[in-house]
């Protein structure tokens, strides 16, 4: 689907640039941000991987709009990003000034039906969606008992250091139940970062880390013999879960459970994971204009993010920074966060029912 | 040696980038930017950096670092200002130097205070250079060892500082840091997400209170009402007197002290998770236990100054460490650097335990000894300017205090962006001000506040690691518990609680305090214990299975409540004269006041509810112009003058940093053009 689309406008780029110049010139007769200022809200703090993604974006953001506004990033961290969030719901700016960027961190509590969130993903409108992929590793001597099933892991006392159950630690903990492993997540650590922290100090002894986050900080464990992959959560081609672009030679969580002895690729429980999996890496982040943005605002922000797409270095650039994942733009986009928003109401049903049983925590009150 | 072998040829490289024209000026223009932002409390080294972050694409690495490490190394410097002159702690790392920099300056010796801190300042950097220098290419298996029981460990030492710092009745002083835990615990856990003492119909409870409220409460907002009421300047004799060499030579008297605070600095600021918040406590307590005249301290002495601020400058150093070799930002000013490092040059630079490689370590040198080298531009910087900036202390403080009003208002919000954020301040503005009014220790409330969310989380993680160890063995699970770093901190720990304990009372971090009738300091009591009472009964309804949630709270509440037992006891058994009465109200400074103590508050409230209404340049203006006019005395035409000086200042730096102001009602009905906006 959308990435098929991708593949189509790559092709077609040499084509479409030409256009693209064209249509360029005729809307920037109509949108013209010369001398304003874009202010892009993030609802965490400085120190997160939105932060980092925004911050990325922004300079590239700022050449490709027509006159050249500084674009800004803001952060108005609160509340798991639902305050953040809350605040981009009332906003009705639609001249291209404020523009919002939200993470899976804020797709889960929309989708879990969490009490804070007042915000509705259909009102606003996506202008460029990046995924993300996400690698679980071991360390070596548990390793050695990984023979790309979990069968002879389901005796370990794993410990695991975890942001929180509601939060895209969801992903890696349901996928370890359903692999029969004994994980406990240690609760209330402050980012990924502590996590591998935690496994280096042998406090943990399972961890997962984000694409940026594994070639960072964990690549280097691997090498050292300090770590060793386990498997990623893959990667989405047609609804389909492939390996992992950035990890061709690390099998994915289906590819494990298929061999794991009691974990199923069919059912309540992996739709269930399917589902938040989707809603949370292949489509993670995701930027937005307000509600009632007229569409040639739109539409200038979409030719400005193919603009950045198209240029000679993005492809080296964000490949460090953000991991070999595609970029949604304009229609993509949107199907992209339909893609992330439209969990079944039996999935959400059922993590709702886990998170209550498994950690005791309660969404509704 | 091996060691000196990988040590020189970097080191030469790195002073080979750093010693060019182009790299030092953009240290100096960091330097600058970073003095300029520090000396408005509450903003500090993010607010800087976010300023620079746009034009760090692409930039020249080693000038890109020189601009951004320039700015982030003098922001504790620079904060010294605010403590220091105005009794507001700038920032975490400056809480500290407070107790006894703001009595000095009330001596008419700011500037004396002043350059003693920028020369510990100074000196601590150094020293932190010097250290890392060796330090970092060990360090990776040293901040491993720091596990979570070790963590915990060096929470507690923090923790503990409080004995010292508890007043004249210990039992005072350890309900206060019991309140300031108990705060602390307020909103979503950590754990499990339970709420405590909050509800999701208030958003605001449930993120938590954030310390620059609660930092601006407990201490600017009592200080600021106190001199407001006498109608005086700061410096009691309305003139200076020490100037900056008899700093500098304080310094020198005490220059051991600063070394070993400065080690202090350097060793907990390398510890991920812990931060700047306990480095300035702890080296305040270690100044205290070595001094052998204790009876200064809190009244304006030296040493209180020295430790601290060789202490925090130093911990900028450790900080790198963390976030250098490992990658997680040892504070938020760490985590805005790490992301705008990837940003430089070709954006190849990542920092993670390559940069402790021979192919980066000369850039690592080249950040370890810029933050050197812009403390010490910082440093020659402020003193040079403290001789003129401290002449603030001899100004009638009645046309000092509304644009102090208007600063740590807008400071507040920027916290939090949100209306509630002014309440919260005012709601500590009062808490603080019954603190100090009833002599119960602010200092031990907020180190309790501070270290309330580490102690928690480590104490709940660590019991949870410690049962799987225990599964494994008893001798792992002890082992894990037990390690050689955490029996010190246990050794060091008791030893600091039990002198702190025997010379508490004769540190009086309130200064002198008479007593006056018993209801006043009862009723106060009744509201904290029934404050205890509700919070306990609030977490005990939490679910079992969310044990970790609860458990904290309850067992401080718990522990609180014993306390306040004790004191009502004491209270009904001892005669109006004890020390435990002690009122400010009663006599002294306060009750001799020209003014009301709720007139004056009721002017900064005057503030607040107009923001809510009509937003706070819109407000401010209208407070301004009539505060000086009515309350100082001014002519129509000079309170203009200054109303129209408060707003330019104000909106400059707004624009400039690229903020916003407090919106209120009419906001939200109307769309106006910036600032009114």
């Not at chain 1, 982040?285 to 270095?313: C, H, M, N, S, Y």
């Not at chain 2, 954006?347 to 950040?367: F, H, K, N, R, W």
Request: charge should be positive; hydrophobic fraction near 50%; proline fraction near 5%.
């Amino acid at each position: 689907m959308s990435l098929f689309k991708v593949s189509i406008r790559r092709m077609t780029l040499g084509l479409a640039a030409a256009a693209m110049t064209l249509a360029h010139a005729q809307t920037a007769a109509a949108v013209n941000l010369e001398g304003k200022t874009v202010t892009w809200t993030i609802p965490f703090s400085e120190k997160g991987g939105s932060a980092k993604w925004a911050n990325f974006f922004a300079p590239l953001l700022s050449e490709a709009l027509p006159g050249k506004p500084t674009v800004v990033v803001k952060f108005m961290p609160g509340a798991g990003s639902t305050k953040g969030a809350n605040w981009f719901q009332r906003q009705r700016k639609g001249d291209g000034t404020v523009m919002f960027g939200s993470s899976g961190s804020t797709q889960f509590p929309y989708l879990l039906g969490d009490p804070r969130v007042r915000y509705e993903y259909k009102d606003w409108n996506p202008v460029m969606a990046t995924g993300t992929g996400g690698v679980a590793y071991l360390p070596p001597d548990l390793a050695k008992k990984f023979d790309g099933s979990a069968n002879n892991l389901k005796d370990v006392n794993f410990i695991y250091g975890s942001q929180g159950a509601t939060r895209l630690d969801l992903v890696p903990l349901l996928a370890w139940k359903m692999l029969g492993l004994n994980v406990k997540p240690v609760f209330g650590i402050k980012g990924r970062g502590d996590g591998r922290l935690m496994f280096e100090r042998g406090e943990a002894n399972i961890d997962y880390q984000t694409t940026s986050g594994y070639l960072k900080g964990v690549a280097s464990l691997v090498k050292a013999g300090k770590a060793v992959p386990m498997m990623t959560w893959g990667s989405l081609i047609d609804g389909k879960i492939v390996r992992d672009p950035t990890f061709p030679e690390v099998p994915t969580f289906k590819e494990v459970c298929e061999k794991t002895d009691g974990c199923e690729t069919s059912g309540k429980a992996w739709d269930a994971w399917k589902a938040f999996f989707t809603a949370g890496f292949p489509v993670q982040k995701i930027a937005f204009l307000p509600q009632g943005t007229p569409q040639e605002v739109i539409d200038t922000f979409t030719k400005a993010f193919d603009k950045v797409k198209a240029r000679p270095d993005f492809a080296q650039l964000s490949s460090k920074r953000l991991g070999k994942y595609p970029m949604f733009v304009g229609k993509d986009a949107k199907a992209a966060l339909d893609q992330a928003t439209s969990v079944p109401e039996t999935a959400k049903a059922f993590v709702v029912q886990w998170l209550n049983d498994e950690y005791g925590v309660k969404l509704k009150k | 040696m091996d060691l000196v072998a990988t040590v020189l040829p970097a080191l030469n490289d790195a002073f080979a980038l750093i010693l060019q024209p182009g790299v030092l000026m953009y240290l100096a223009l960091g330097v600058v930017m970073g003095l300029a932002i520090g000396v408005f409390p509450g903003l500090g080294g993010i607010a800087g950096l976010s300023l620079v972050l746009p034009f760090m694409f692409g930039m020249d690495t080693v000038s890109g670092l020189a601009l951004m490490v320039g700015m982030v190394a003098v922001v504790p410097t620079s904060d010294t200002f605010a403590s220091v002159l105005m009794g507001i702690p700038g920032s975490s790392a400056s809480q500290a130097t407070v107790l006894d920099g703001f009595p000095l300056a009330k001596r008419g010796e700011a500037a004396r205070a002043l350059a003693a801190a920028f020369t510990s300042s100074l000196f601590g950097g150094l020293v932190g250079a010097l250290f890392l220098t060796f330090f970092i290419l060990i360090a990776r298996p040293i901040v491993l060892a720091f596990g979570l029981p070790e963590m915990l460990m060096i929470t507690i030492l923090g923790l503990s500082m409080v004995a010292i710092l508890a007043g004249r009745i210990p039992l005072k002083g350890l309900a206060a840091a019991g309140l300031g835990l108990v705060v602390g615990t307020i909103g979503e856990a950590d754990a499990g997400g339970s709420l405590r003492m909050a509800s999701y119909d208030l958003p605001y409870l449930a993120d938590g209170f954030k310390l620059v409220i609660v930092g601006l409460g407990i201490f600017a907002v009592p200080e600021i009402i106190a001199l407001l009421r006498q109608d005086r300047s700061i410096s009691k004799t309305a003139e200076l007197g020490a100037g900056w060499a008899a700093g500098v030579r304080d310094w020198w008297r005490n220059k051991w002290l600063s070394v070993r605070c400065s080690l202090i600095g350097v060793m907990v600021g390398v510890i991920p998770g812990l931060g700047g918040s306990v480095v300035d406590w702890i080296a305040y307590g270690h100044s205290v236990q070595t001094t052998k005249d204790k009876s200064n301290f809190g009244k304006g002495e030296v040493r209180g100054i020295v430790g601290p601020e060789s202490s925090n400058n130093a911990k900028e150093g450790g900080g790198l460490v963390p976030t250098l070799i490992f990658g997680i930002p040892g504070s938020g000013s760490m985590a805005v650097f790490m992301g705008a490092v990837a940003l430089l040059g070709a954006g190849d630079l990542e920092v993670g335990p390559q940069m402790l490689s021979a192919d980066y370590l000369d850039v690592t040198y080249s950040i370890v000894w810029l933050l050197a080298l812009a403390n010490v531009v910082g440093t020659i910087l402020c003193i040079g300017l403290s001789g003129h900036i401290a002449k603030l202390t001899t100004i009638r403080f009645t046309l000092l205090a509304p644009f102090l009003f208007m600063l740590i208002s807008f400071a507040a919000f920027q916290s939090g962006q949100n209306l509630a954020d002014l309440a919260a301040l005012f709601g500590f503005g009062l808490i603080g001000i019954f603190l100090r009014r009833f002599e119960w220790s602010r200092p031990a409330f907020l180190i309790g506040f501070v270290l309330s969310n580490p102690a928690e989380t480590f104490a709940n993680q660590a019991y949870q690691v410690a049962g799987s160890k225990f599964q494994q063995g008893f001798d792992v699970g002890m082992a894990y518990l037990f390690g050689p770093i955490t029996l010190v901190l246990i050794v060091v720990t008791v030893v600091s609680v039990v002198l702190g304990i025997r010379q508490a009372r004769l540190i009086m971090s309130e200064g002198d305090v008479q007593t006056g009738t018993k209801r006043a300091p009862m009723v106060f009591l009744f509201v904290i214990s029934a404050y205890f009472i509700i919070s306990f009964f609030d977490a005990s309804l939490i679910d079992d299975r969310l044990i970790t949630d609860k458990i904290f709270p309850m067992l401080i509440s718990g522990i609180a409540i014993l306390c306040c037992g004790v004191l009502l006891i004491s209270m009904m058994r001892n005669p109006e004269t004890h020390v435990i009465f002690a009122d400010r109200e009663s006599s002294g400074d306060d009750a001799d006041a020209a003014h009301g103590l709720w007139p004056t508050l009721a002017w900064f409230g005057f503030l607040l509810v107009l923001c809510s209404l009509v937003g706070f340049i819109l407000a401010l203006s209208v407070f301004l112009l009539i505060f000086m006019r009515l309350r100082a005395g001014l002519s129509w035409a000079h309170a203009a003058v200054y109303t129209a000086g408060g707003i330019a200042f104000m909106c400059a730096m707004a624009w400039v940093l690229n903020r916003d102001f407090p919106p209120g009602l009419l906001q939200s009905m109307v769309d106006l053009p910036w600032p009114f906006r």
